[in-house]
């Protein structure tokens, strides 16, 4: 007896929904692996990418040589506070820093602030160990340390320049408006991720 | 204070290594799996891209030296490594990527003789590295891995030397010497640090 070819559609398709599902989704392995959840952490959290994007801000608003002194020291220091978070330093009030460097760093911008070069050091120099810190206590379950390091770093570096990009447009009356505006928007994230409303 | 010193770098001499064999490509000859090599060995494309950049920011004259210095030390690491002479290095790569991304960073002309010096360690490193490979040829291997090396490198230490022309250039190269030696610093900590599970 033969049977209905609607039938016989019917068995493959419930046999092809019980099977096993083989590898769904990319697992994340090895070098690659390590490289994008590292070019992903800085990205993937608001808090850290307006942090990133504002020291670039910031860095254009001040201009040479903070412009490329602040995303130079920062991922130096950044690897610092990385350090103490591998060894297991405990660092009070992570979170918190995170957030606070946000709130600053966007005043600074929002308020058009222009310190001496090495207060802009020192500041930038503090937040980025908190930052860092944060990725350090990450980094040891990295499916490839090394990868992980070069995608965070990389991806932290790009932040930078996406805000000195966007930096460069105060030399248009309406751009310092924009960069002042964005700073404030920062800063207001920031406390957001202070009071936990984000 | 020197006792620390040596204690620290006792450390990290003892620290346990990350993989230094690597799994070649199924399918792929040994020659290609040398090509390939470097790709997926990040330690080496590290300081082989600090050395290219370093050797770039200084005065072409200055570089030529340095340059074959290090063809000729790979080429002797590799063929000791051809020969299972070697051991793995990678700590010793990573210190030298850190020190070379900080020299990069400031850019300090060094003086002519260390920049020899730095190109035949880097060289000699590298290819020693290499010794642990279980391939059927390993003569294979490394030829092919010493013939993607010297691409990357000529191609670094020319991009740096066409790059580093205009100020914005070479801010571009202390840049990327700021995370070289980011990058080696925090992979450092993780090999004194953590232990391999």
Redesign the interface.
């Given at each position: 007896m033969e049977k209905s070819p609607v039938k016989q559609v019917q068995k493959i398709v419930w046999m092809v929904l019980a099977m096993v599902v083989l590898a769904e989704a990319h697992s994340g392995q090895g070098?690659a692996g390590g490289f994008t959840s590292g070019f992903l952490h800085p990205i993937s959290g608001l808090d850290h990418v307006v942090a990133m994007v504002s020291v670039g801000l910031w860095g254009a608003f001040l201009g040479a040589p903070a412009i490329?002194l602040l995303?130079?020291?920062f991922?130096?220091v950044?690897?610092?506070g990385?350090?103490l978070g591998?060894?297991?330093v405990p660092l009070p009030g992570v979170e918190i820093g995170i957030a606070l460097s946000a709130i600053v760093l966007g005043i600074m911008v929002a308020a058009a602030a222009k310190p001496p070069i090495w207060i802009a050091a020192v500041l930038v120099g503090i937040f980025a160990i908190f930052h860092g810190h944060a990725h350090?206590t990450e980094?040891?379950n990295a499916a490839?340390?090394?990868?992980y390091?070069?995608g965070f770093?990389?991806a932290t570096?790009l932040l930078h320049l996406s805000g000195i990009a966007f930096g460069l447009l105060d030399r248009f009356p309406s751009g310092k408006i924009a960069i002042r505006v964005l700073g404030g928007v920062v800063s207001l994230i920031g406390l957001g991720f202070l009071t936990h409303v984000l | 204070m020197r006792k620390k010193l040596f204690g620290i770098v006792a450390l990290l001499l003892l620290t346990p290594q990350?993989a230094s064999a690597h799994v070649p490509v199924p399918g792929l000859n040994d020659f290609y799996n040398g090509l390939l090599h470097p790709f997926?060995s990040?330690?080496h494309l590290?300081i082989l891209i600090a050395l290219g950049i370093l050797l770039s920011q200084h005065p072409k004259k200055d570089s030529s030296m340095p340059t074959a210095a290090f063809l000729s030390s790979l080429a002797v690491g590799l063929g000791l490594a051809t020969f299972s002479i070697g051991f793995s290095t990678e700590t010793f790569l990573l210190l030298g990527a850190g020190l070379l991304g900080f020299l990069i960073?400031l850019n300090w002309t060094v003086p002519y003789w260390s920049l020899g010096l730095f190109a035949v360690l880097t060289g000699l490193l590298m290819g020693l590295d290499f010794a642990g490979e279980t391939v059927i040829s390993k003569a294979a291997l490394n030829l092919g891995t010493g013939v993607t090396l010297y691409f990357v490198f000529v191609c670094v230490t020319g991009l740096g030397e066409g790059l580093g022309k205009k100020k914005w250039q070479q801010?571009g190269l202390?840049?990327m010497g700021?995370?070289i030696?980011?990058?080696a610093?925090?992979?450092l900590?993780?090999l004194?640090?953590?232990k391999k599970t």
């Amino acid at each position: 007896m033969e049977k209905s070819p609607v039938k016989q559609v019917q068995k493959i398709v419930w046999m092809v929904l019980a099977m096993v599902v083989l590898a769904e989704a990319h697992s994340g392995q090895g070098l690659a692996g390590g490289f994008t959840s590292g070019f992903l952490h800085p990205i993937s959290g608001l808090d850290h990418v307006v942090a990133m994007v504002s020291v670039g801000l910031w860095g254009a608003f001040l201009g040479a040589p903070a412009i490329w002194l602040l995303p130079v020291v920062f991922p130096l220091v950044m690897a610092f506070g990385g350090v103490l978070g591998v060894a297991g330093v405990p660092l009070p009030g992570v979170e918190i820093g995170i957030a606070l460097s946000a709130i600053v760093l966007g005043i600074m911008v929002a308020a058009a602030a222009k310190p001496p070069i090495w207060i802009a050091a020192v500041l930038v120099g503090i937040f980025a160990i908190f930052h860092g810190h944060a990725h350090g206590t990450e980094l040891p379950n990295a499916a490839n340390p090394l990868a992980y390091s070069l995608g965070f770093v990389v991806a932290t570096g790009l932040l930078h320049l996406s805000g000195i990009a966007f930096g460069l447009l105060d030399r248009f009356p309406s751009g310092k408006i924009a960069i002042r505006v964005l700073g404030g928007v920062v800063s207001l994230i920031g406390l957001g991720f202070l009071t936990h409303v984000l | 204070m020197r006792k620390k010193l040596f204690g620290i770098v006792a450390l990290l001499l003892l620290t346990p290594q990350w993989a230094s064999a690597h799994v070649p490509v199924p399918g792929l000859n040994d020659f290609y799996n040398g090509l390939l090599h470097p790709f997926v060995s990040l330690p080496h494309l590290l300081i082989l891209i600090a050395l290219g950049i370093l050797l770039s920011q200084h005065p072409k004259k200055d570089s030529s030296m340095p340059t074959a210095a290090f063809l000729s030390s790979l080429a002797v690491g590799l063929g000791l490594a051809t020969f299972s002479i070697g051991f793995s290095t990678e700590t010793f790569l990573l210190l030298g990527a850190g020190l070379l991304g900080f020299l990069i960073l400031l850019n300090w002309t060094v003086p002519y003789w260390s920049l020899g010096l730095f190109a035949v360690l880097t060289g000699l490193l590298m290819g020693l590295d290499f010794a642990g490979e279980t391939v059927i040829s390993k003569a294979a291997l490394n030829l092919g891995t010493g013939v993607t090396l010297y691409f990357v490198f000529v191609c670094v230490t020319g991009l740096g030397e066409g790059l580093g022309k205009k100020k914005w250039q070479q801010i571009g190269l202390r840049i990327m010497g700021s995370w070289i030696a980011a990058i080696a610093l925090l992979v450092l900590s993780l090999l004194l640090f953590v232990k391999k599970t």
